[in-house]
């Protein structure tokens, strides 16, 4: 086989196209439809997408970059985790604050604070708690407050083992 100048310099994967059934060529949907299809998530996402405001891909990059839960021994460690918490530095018995920590899992930060800024639309209590701290500071600490309380969502879901129930106005009254 004889190369030309031009194909020499390529590196293998740039000279040959991608075949119409390979997983280069589907869509980033279909892709993580075929995720979540795994049996080991599949039941896990189905149960993570009953929350209202989260979707499939909130759901599967919670199941995959969270791991097992039973590693978490309470909330704060996975809101830690997430990076959804303020940064601290403490010498000699001062402590300061800093901004967002930047010791985080930044895929799941990520993907929990654009869920966070879309599911009040979808999840009345998480709009209540969004405006209760729209009123107290801006718009990044209420998304903060929102994807923390998404993150509890998650947890409880997970570590029951049920999907969520939404109840009606009547029954909460009761």
Known sequence: MTLTLSQWNQPSHCSRPAAKGSSNSASPRARLLSLKREPLLEDRVDRLST???????????????AGDIS?????????SYCGLCSGQDSSAGVQKRSPISKQRNKHLQTVLVEAANLAPRWNPDLARIYD???????????????????????????????????????ARAA
């Not at 929350?51 to 970059?65: D, F, K």
């Not at 590693?71 to 809101?79: A, D, E, G």
């Open 51 to 65: 929350i209202p405001g989260a979707g499939l891909v909130t759901s599967l990059t919670w199941a995959l970059e």
């Open 132 to 170: 209760q701290e729209k009123q107290r500071g801006n718009h990044n600490r209420a998304t903060l407050a929102v994807a923390r309380k998404l993150v509890s969502y998650l947890l409880a879901v997970d570590r029951w083992g049920s999907a969520v129930e939404i109840r009606s106005e009547e």
């Open 71 to 79: 590693r978490s021994p309470n909330i704060k460690h996975l809101i």
